[in-house]
C-alpha cells in the first residue's frame, strides 16, 4: 500500500508489522494474511515452493530487509550463522543453489559468516539431543515439506518435495471456488484434523488434502529408503519429528500416525510427535549448529 504518515500511524497505533520501501509500505506477516482477507486479495509471497520466488518482484528486496530485521548486526565481524536451506526437491525441476547464494551474500553483507544447514537437518538438532541426535526431521512449510534421516548427527538422506501448505491451499481453493487467503486463515485458525463429522465444506477439502500430503511425504520416504545406499544398520525404533506451520492444525500428529501406521517404513519407529516449538525448531537446530561452530574457534 502507499506510504503515508496516516497510514503508517494507523498501523502503529494497532502494532501491525510492516516495511517501508521507497514510496511502498509492505504488511508482512500474520496481519499481511489478514488485510488481504478485508480486501479479499490474494497475499503476495517473496518465497514460492520453499526458494526465492523467480516470479515475485519484489522478493529479494522483501527478502533482504526481513532479514536485516530479524538478524541485525553481528556481534563481532565475521560471527557465524547458519541459514536454513531446503533439500533438493523430488518432484520439481528446480535446484536451491540461487536461493542459498542469495541468502548468503545478504547476510555477508551484514558483515556476518554464513553457512547453510538442511532444514530437516536442523529439525533432529533441536530436538533429538537425547536421542543421539538420530531420527527423522520432517519441516512441513508454507512451499515444501523437508526431509531429513539422520544417524548419530550424520544425515544420511535429506531431500524436499514441492507440496505442502501453499500447495493445499492453492488446490482447496480451486475445489471449492474460494480465494487461497481465505482457505489458509481457516486452515490457520480452526481447522481439527482429529473431527470426522460436522465439517464445513472448507474443512472437508482442507481433511482431504492433508490426507494426501501426508501419504505423498511418505511414500516419497520409503522411495529413499530403497534408493539409498550404506544406510546405517538402525535396530531402535527411531522418532519422527513433525514441524512447521502446516503441521499446526490441532490433530495433525494423530492425523500422521494413522496414515503411517497403513503404510508403514522399512525400519522401526517410535515416537511420532510435535516438535517442543513447532515454528522455531528449525531456528533453534540452526543456533546448536552456530554455537558448536563458534565454540570451536
Not at 149 to 156: A, C, D, E, T
Not at 216 to 237: G, M, S, W
Request: net charge neutral.
Amino acid at each position: 500500500m502507499e506510504h503515508t504518515d496516516f497510514t503508517k500511524k494507523i498501523l502503529d497505533n494497532y502494532k501491525v508489522k510492516y516495511i517501508i520501501k521507497e514510496e511502498n509500505l509492505y504488511v508482512v506477516g500474520d496481519e499481511a494474511l489478514q488485510f488481504a482477507n478485508m480486501f479479499n486479495k490474494d497475499t503476495r509471497r517473496p518465497l514460492s515452493k520453499g526458494v526465492i520466488s523467480p516470479t515475485e518482484k519484489e522478493a529479494l528486496p522483501i527478502v533482504e530487509l526481513l532479514i536485516k530485521s530479524v538478524i541485525g548486526e553481528p556481534a563481532h565481524k565475521g560471527e557465524i550463522v547458519y541459514f536454513s536451506v531446503p533439500g533438493e526437491p523430488m518432484d520439481a525441476d528446480f535446484n536451491v543453489l540461487y536461493h542459498i547464494k542469495m541468502i548468503e551474500g545478504f547476510l555477508k553483507t551484514l558483515g556476518y559468516s554464513p553457512k547453510p544447514i538442511n532444514e530437516g537437518h536442523a529439525i533432529i538438532l533441536s530436538e533429538l539431543a537425547e536421542e543421539d541426535f538420530t531420527g527423522i526431521g520432517l519441516s512441513f512449510g508454507g512451499g515444501m515439506v523437508n526431509v531429513c534421516l539422520s544417524f548419530m548427527s550424520v544425515p544420511i538422506f535429506k531431500f524436499s518435495v514441492a507440496k505442502s501448505g501453499d500447495w493445499i491451499d492453492q488446490q482447496v481453493a480451486m475445489a471449492v471456488d474460494e480465494t487461497a487467503s481465505r482457505v489458509s486463515a481457516i486452515k490457520e485458525s480452526s481447522l481439527d484434523l482429529s473431527k470426522e463429522e460436522g465439517l464445513s465444506k472448507i474443512e472437508s477439502a482442507l481433511s482431504i488434502y492433508y490426507n494426501h500430503l501426508i501419504e505423498y511425504v511418505i511414500e516419497n520416504i520409503k522411495q529413499e529408503f530403497v534408493k539409498a545406499r550404506r544406510l546405517p544398520r538402525i535396530t531402535k525404533p527411531i522418532s519422527i519429528i513433525l514441524s512447521g506451520g502446516t503441521s499446526l492444525p490441532k490433530g495433525f500428529s494423530g492425523r500422521f500416525k494413522q496414515i503411517l501406521d497403513r503404510l508403514k517404513l522399512p525400519i522401526p519407529v517410535g515416537s511420532v510427535r510435535m516438535a517442543s516449538q513447532p515454528l522455531r525448531s528449525v531456528a533453534k537446530g540452526a543456533l546448536v549448529a552456530a554455537s558448536a561452530d563458534e565454540s570451536r574457534k
